[in-house]
């Protein structure tokens, strides 16, 4: 991998993500359809959190008609995602700088949309580093700029708890061996794949920078799958469910 190309960089991404989430892109594979179903073959998404921008690639690459905000609060991480994305979308793709954890990044996304509507939000792997209170307020703010019958997909590992035991159990064992298999094949670990961004030529204003702005954001406790449920419907969504489920990893929809 060469760390000064943005694709490779992007495609190494997916290569080291794949080795922590098993079926990565059948959980992408149904988001993508789902949104082909519920907003036609024009729609304007949200990716929130959108990091090096593998979900936004997936939803561009099916769908020619569609655009895309892809939000981050990650300057490195978006820094990758453009220069990977914008040579072969165009004006179909476009990245916002905004921290999901400030109250103000709703008005920046409707700023950034100029007025128009967006018909989905989205997310994967990435809304587990919110706290549950600022998960629940994310929600909110994403139901409060959907119109009627717009949608919101989340896939992420929702984690069992205490109730579970042996499903918790089995899902850290599927967990371990899915990344044993994927390092043994050679896929990057975690640390690996960010030596190399970091390493690109330039990228060390925007590493130090990444640095400085999640210095003071540890990681929150895990959340089951009944949480997101309940603060999709708390939010303001009108049906609530999951579509998809692998072990502890789901995908669960909102519809306004």
Request: net charge negative; proline share 6%.
């Amino acid at each position: 991998m060469s760390s000064s190309d943005p694709a490779a960089l992007l495609a190494s991404w997916d290569d080291q993500q794949a080795a922590y989430i098993a079926d990565r892109e059948g959980r992408f594979r149904i988001m993508v359809e789902l949104l082909g179903l519920a907003c036609g073959d024009q729609p304007i998404i949200v990716d929130l959190a959108c990091g090096p921008g593998s979900l936004t690639a997936r939803v561009l690459g099916a769908m020619p008609q569609a655009r895309v905000l892809a939000v981050d609060h990650d300057p490195l991480l978006l820094d990758i995602a453009t220069r990977a994305l914008r040579p072969g979308h165009g004006d179909r793709f476009a990245v916002l700088d905004a921290d999901l954890e400030d109250e103000s990044w709703p008005v920046l996304v409707a700023d950034a949309l100029g007025g128009r509507t967006p018909d989905a939000f989205i997310s994967t792997t990435a809304l587990h580093w919110l706290t549950p209170d600022g998960l629940v307020r994310v929600y909110a703010a994403a139901a409060s700029l959907l119109g009627a019958g717009g949608v919101l997909l989340n896939g992420d590992h929702f984690r069992f708890d205490g109730r579970s035991p042996a499903l918790r159990h089995l899902a850290a064992a599927h967990d371990d061996a899915t990344q044993r298999n994927a390092h043994a094949a050679g896929a990057p670990t975690w640390d690996a794949w960010w030596e190399a961004a970091r390493a690109q030529p330039g990228a060390a204003p925007l590493a130090a920078l990444r640095d400085d702005r999640f210095a003071n954001r540890p990681a929150p406790p895990a959340t089951a799958v009944d949480f997101h449920l309940s603060a999709l419907a708390q939010a303001g969504f009108a049906e609530v469910g999951t579509v998809w489920q692998l072990l502890d990893d789901y995908v669960v929809l909102g519809v306004k």
